[in-house]
């Protein structure tokens, strides 16, 4: 990192890629499943940090202007829709969805002027009603915030279903071969 915006991309890839070793090896049931005491599922979760990050992206692409009114419902049972993986997606369509979301997330860090006022939505239930603009720079580090604070959330789905931690599951994504370290996707005498 070489200054605050190469830092702020740098931090939000990481945590995008989290949820790529978070669901390395998932069958599109287990992603759909929710083991814990949660309603959460790792596939719910990645759906739900793609559309977050397009809503965030949205306002940053807009700035210094009011972004589009988000299409997002506020209708507790459609909202809750957004942080469930249904029977009709797959895993492997989940995540090729927020790969492009990713890219067009960095490539609007990479370009956007990070002192840009981001105008609060005083329609959205949740924002401030006392504040009117969040910067550029305000609105990537929330939206690094709330991609590690869902990854946590997804590693607890995660060793739930299977026991994978985040160093089975980056080991496994990587291909490592770490000797004497079995992970659950190891082969050999071991397995």
Do not use: C
């Amino acid at each position: 990192m070489t200054d605050e915006r190469s830092a702020l991309r740098e931090y939000l890839a990481f945590h995008q890629s989290s949820y790529f070793a978070v669901s390395y090896g998932l069958t599109d049931e287990q992603a759909r499943s929710a083991p814990s005491a949660s309603a959460l599922s790792v596939g719910g979760l990645v759906k739900h940090v793609t559309r977050m990050q397009r809503s965030w992206m949205a306002r940053i692409a807009a700035a210094p202007h009011a972004a589009p009114k988000d299409p997002r419902p506020f209708d507790a049972k459609e909202f809750a829709d957004q942080h469930v993986m249904r029977p009709d997606e797959t895993l492997d369509g989940l995540l090729r969805e927020f790969a492009e979301q990713n890219a067009e997330s960095l490539r609007l860090v990479e370009t956007a002027d990070l002192d840009a006022a981001v105008p609060v939505p005083h329609d959205v239930p949740w924002f401030p009603k006392d504040l009117d603009a969040w910067s550029v720079r305000w609105v990537i580090l929330h939206v690094i915030n709330e991609l590690a604070r869902h990854a946590g959330h997804a590693d607890i789905v995660r060793e739930t279903i299977d026991g994978a931690t985040m160093y089975d599951l980056i080991a496994g994504l990587e291909g490592w071969e770490i000797e004497g370290w079995v992970t659950p996707w190891s082969t050999g005498p071991d397995r």
